[in-house]
Every structure is written in structure tokens, then in C-alpha cells.
């Protein structure tokens, strides 16, 4: 009687620990290199090994991009006790030497699998092995698991349940794993993925290396088939900042920024590249909506541009900032998107996209955009500091975002 008791309370508290343990995961939003834009399926442990050192070298690591994410085309199967393997001829040291190396260059590393039989890549995924894996991911020492959608029913309640599913199977694995949920938003998990034990939650589809589609689908769904842009990506994302905050955020995909219409999955559906001012846009766009920040570009050459935009401290602040509040989008017409999101030192960042094809004014009344009580500008892009009264006057190119951190 005692003894059933005793294993009764001695489970009640593991379950109770398991929960808590994994409650602060992701207080801001992860930030970190993913191999999936750029390599696709075409990875193995020294490209791994030389993107690790290339964050280092860079200054991204220090800059805050502290995770390797491996997406899909690890896997080489399942051993004969059905431990999942990755293929023995990208991987042939084994995931623990590779981790170990991501791990003792100061950063922590991802990995990939998906809710059904087999990847969106066709490889081994976790359905039915969920418990196993996840002991599997922590044995080998990983810090995330991305868990895709590919081949799953299309209902909600079944989404539910698998996510669900892993999560608690990642909860009882004895590893602190952060859990990205990637059903692009289908089924609208910003209203249920966090329950389900999710850090973060793709909002849409995959993104492409482009501003925007030219005939913008009318359902987020019909994205898929066209191909997302940064734009069609912010016009859906930026309707969720309720659903953000800290150790649950709308993860708009990753950054393309650097891409210049390379080869690889964001070159798909019409993936020409950006300019450099549309890759700044997108950075800053992502950092306003408190957005995961997923670097793609093959971070082992990078051009000028590409590095003053990864590398901006000032603006990766705001998105690393611990209120954790997605900007809310005060504007939307035909010429203007302006963003506003609050820090937590109680200054204010705003944003202003120029959606138009050419240079724009504008003549922003703050108290209109509902701020008040600021004296001081500080352009994060241009790194100039400005007194400012009750407006704001500032001239945007197209396509260009800029963000003021406003103060007292
Ligand atoms: C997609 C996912 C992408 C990438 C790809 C791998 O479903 O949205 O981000 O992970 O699968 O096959």
C-alpha cells in the first residue's frame, strides 16, 4: 500500500518536474544558422562542422545566432532495434562526435524530424517512436528538434495529438529540447501549439528568396503552391502579434537574407533573390515581430552587405528584447506598414516599411500611432541619435524599413 503510494507520488513528481523543467526554453526568440535555404538536403558533419566555425569566426555566434539547426536529410534509417541512425556516409563520426563539436564551439544545435512515416525529404520520421527518439535526440546531446508535417493528416485534432505527442515524449527524455512546431500554419497554432508544448510555431508557408508574390493567393493556404515572399509572409504574420511572447513565438520562417537567388528550396516558385535593401527590410521586419531569427546564406561567404545586416546589434536588441512583444502594425495602405513594439527598458522601436515602388515621405504623428513621452530618436540602420517632438518626418526607399528606437 505504501509502496504504491510512494511510486504513485515518486511519478506525480517526475511528471511535475519533466513539466517544469521545460518552461523557460526559449524566453526569447532562438536565433541561429538553419541548413535547410541554402544546402537542402545535401548535408553532411564537415559542412555542419565548417558552418559551426564559421558562425564563430564571423562574430554571428556573439552576436547572439548561438544554434546550428540540421534540417531534413540527417537520417539514414532506423537500426535493428529501431534506433533511428543518421546515413552513415554524411555523418560517419555519428551525431554525439558532431554535437560535441557544435557544443564545444560555445553553441547549441538542432535536429529535424517530422510527425508521420517519412520526412517532407522522404526519410525516416518519428510517428509511433516518439518516446524512442526523443531519447535518442538527447542522448546524442541536441538542444531542439523541429518537427515537420509532411504526410500527416490534414484535420487539426491529429496535428494536436502528434505535437503533443513529442512534446511530452521530449519532456521525458531526460534534455532540456526546444520544440519548433512546422505545420505552416495550416491549422492556425498560434491558438493551440503552445499548449501542446511548442517553444515556436511556423505561421506560413516556406519561404522563398523574394519581396513578394506577384498575385498575392487570397487564402494563406494557396501560399504553398505560389511561394511566399517576405512580403506575403509579414502580411500574415503580422496579424498574430497577440499570440507571441516569451517561450511562445510566430515563427515566420527563415532569413533569406544573403540568398541573392542561390540554388536551394528558397529559389523554388519563383525565388529570384532581393536587393540588399529588401534583405535589410526583411531583418528588420523579423526583429519588430520578435521573429526566430534562422540565418540560411552560406555563412561561410558572406559579402559586406550581408554581415552589416546579420550583424546589427542595435537591431537584433529589439528583437532579442526580454518583453518579448511582437510589434503591433499600426499601419497598413498602399505606401506605408508601420510597426510598434514596445521594450522593456520602456523605450519604443518603430518601424516604417515603404511598400511602394518608389522614395517616399512621411510625416508620422506619434500620438497617432499611440506614443507618447519620447525626446530622442536613434536610427538603428543609420546610427544617428536625433531630438524629436510631436513628429517624425523621414524619408523610406522602396521597399526599405527603418527603425527608430525612441526614448525619453
Ligand atoms: C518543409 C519545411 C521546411 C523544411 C522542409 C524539409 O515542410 O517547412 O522548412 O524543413 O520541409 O524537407
Request: hydrophobic residues 40%; contains cysteine; aromatic residues 10%.
Amino acid at each position: 500500500m505504501y509502496k504504491k503510494f510512494f511510486l504513485f507520488f515518486a511519478s506525480t513528481i517526475t511528471v511535475f518536474l519533466a513539466t517544469a523543467q521545460n518552461k523557460n526554453l526559449a524566453p526569447t526568440p532562438p536565433m541561429g544558422f538553419m541548413t535547410w535555404n541554402y544546402f537542402a538536403l545535401d548535408i553532411d558533419e564537415s559542412k555542419v562542422k565548417s558552418l559551426a566555425d564559421a558562425m564563430v569566426e564571423s562574430g554571428l555566434r556573439d552576436a547572439g545566432y548561438n544554434f546550428i539547426f540540421i534540417d531534413d536529410g540527417w537520417q539514414g534509417g532506423r537500426d535493428n532495434k529501431n534506433n533511428m541512425i543518421p546515413d552513415p556516409k554524411k555523418f560517419p563520426s555519428g551525431m554525439k562526435a558532431l554535437v560535441d563539436y557544435v557544443h564545444s564551439k560555445g553553441m547549441k544545435i538542432g535536429i529535424y524530424s517530422d510527425a508521420a512515416p517519412l520526412t517532407c525529404g522522404g526519410y525516416t520520421a518519428s510517428l509511433g517512436f516518439e518516446e524512442q527518439d526523443a531519447k535518442t535526440f538527447a542522448n546524442w546531446g541536441f538542444d531542439y528538434l523541429k518537427y515537420d508535417y509532411c504526410g500527416a493528416p490534414t484535420d487539426w485534432q491529429t496535428a494536436i495529438k502528434r505535437y503533443q505527442t513529442m512534446s511530452e515524449a521530449l519532456k521525458k527524455s531526460g534534455r532540456d529540447i526546444t520544440f519548433g512546431i512546422c505545420e505552416w500554419g495550416d491549422r492556425e497554432p498560434w491558438l493551440w501549439a503552445k499548449k501542446s508544448g511548442g517553444q515556436l510555431w511556423r505561421t506560413t508557408a516556406d519561404i522563398r528568396d523574394k519581396w513578394e508574390s506577384l498575385n498575392p493567393p487570397k487564402t494563406a493556404y494557396e501560399l504553398h503552391s505560389v511561394g511566399a515572399g517576405i512580403m506575403n509572409i509579414v502580411n500574415i504574420n503580422a496579424e498574430l502579434n497577440k499570440f507571441a511572447g516569451p517561450n511562445g513565438w510566430n515563427d515566420p520562417d527563415m532569413l533569406v537574407v544573403g540568398l541573392y537567388g542561390k540554388k536551394g528550396p528558397s529559389g523554388d516558385l519563383g525565388g529570384v533573390g532581393c536587393t540588399d535593401v529588401e534583405y535589410q527590410s526583411q531583418m528588420s521586419l523579423w526583429c519588430l515581430m520578435a521573429s526566430p531569427l534562422m540565418i540560411t546564406c552560406d555563412v561561410r561567404n558572406m559579402n559586406d552587405a550581408t554581415k552589416r545586416i546579420l550583424l546589427n546589434k542595435d537591431v537584433i536588441a529589439i528583437d532579442q528584447d526580454i518583453l518579448g512583444v511582437q510589434a503591433e502594425r499600426k499601419i497598413k495602405n498602399d505606401t506605408w506598414q508601420m510597426f510598434v513594439k514596445p521594450l522593456s527598458n520602456g523605450d519604443v522601436a518603430l518601424g516604417i516599411l515603404n511598400v511602394s515602388d518608389k522614395t517616399q515621405t512621411a510625416n508620422i504623428n506619434l500620438a497617432e500611432l499611440g506614443i507618447a513621452g519620447k525626446t530622442k530618436s536613434f536610427d538603428v540602420w543609420g546610427k544617428t541619435t536625433a531630438k524629436i517632438s510631436a513628429t517624425i518626418k523621414v524619408s523610406v526607399a522602396a521597399h526599405e524599413t527603418k527603425i527608430y528606437r525612441l526614448m525619453k
